[in-house]
């Protein structure tokens, strides 16, 4: 069986214990293969390779954007923890996604201009609840905010309105109108 080395320098097992400096001293690049029975068993690195790996990855991790984020979306929330049961579960009543809820939706590239309310959070309970369905809590909080989503894309990214609200009527007439002025 091949497998890949990720370096120009190896040194056998033997090699490497009785002498580890001095092998690290002489790899090129700081990197060292390590081979067991002509196979590759580990890699080793000097603590300035280390050092270089580690600068590489924060470099990569930081966004190369100009944009800015509204900081409510990323400050850490004050509250107290809920209890989350462990693993996987079913939708139950009373379940609550996390007090963070809307920055954690924003990460996900789903922004939420206003909290779920009381009747998006019930609706999603009870259609899960009745599919018996098992996810992770996290799971769970991506699916809710998908479906938030997709209800208010309907209706111009806003909750959809109380429908036992009596409407105001219009007091203005439009010019051209009968009794216009």
């Known amino acids: 069986m091949s497998s890949r080395i990720l370096t120009t320098s190896v040194a056998g097992i033997d090699a490497f214990m009785r002498d580890p400096q001095s092998a690290l001293t002489h790899a090129e690049g700081g990197t060292i293969a390590v081979f067991a029975d ?9 603590p300035e390779r ?28 004050a509250s107290t923890p ?5 693993g996987k579960f079913p939708m139950y009543a009373g379940w609550q ?12 590239g789903i922004a939420l201009t206003q ?3 009381a009747e998006e ?3 999603f309970v009870a ?6 369905k098992v996810f992770h809590h996290v799971q769970w909080q991506q699916k809710l905010a998908r479906s938030v989503q997709i209800n208010r894309a309907g209706n111009g990214g806003q909750p959809k309105r109380d429908i036992n609200t009596f409407s105001q009527p219009d007091t203005q007439i439009p010019h051209g109108f009968r009794g216009a002025k």
Request: glycine share 2%.
């Open 50 to 77: 280390l050092a270089e790996l580690l600068d590489i990855e924060a470099r990569l991790s930081r966004p190369a954007s100009d944009v800015t984020l509204e900081t409510q979306f990323f400050e850490e929330p």
């Open 127 to 132: 259609y899960w609840q009745a599919e018996g």
């Open 115 to 117: 909290p779920v309310t």
């Open 82 to 86: 809920i209890a989350v049961p462990m």
């Open 121 to 123: 959070l019930a609706a």
């Open 38 to 46: 002509n196979a590759p068993a580990f890699y080793a690195i000097t």
């Open 97 to 108: 996604p996390d007090a963070d809820f809307q920055r954690q939706a924003a990460l996900w």
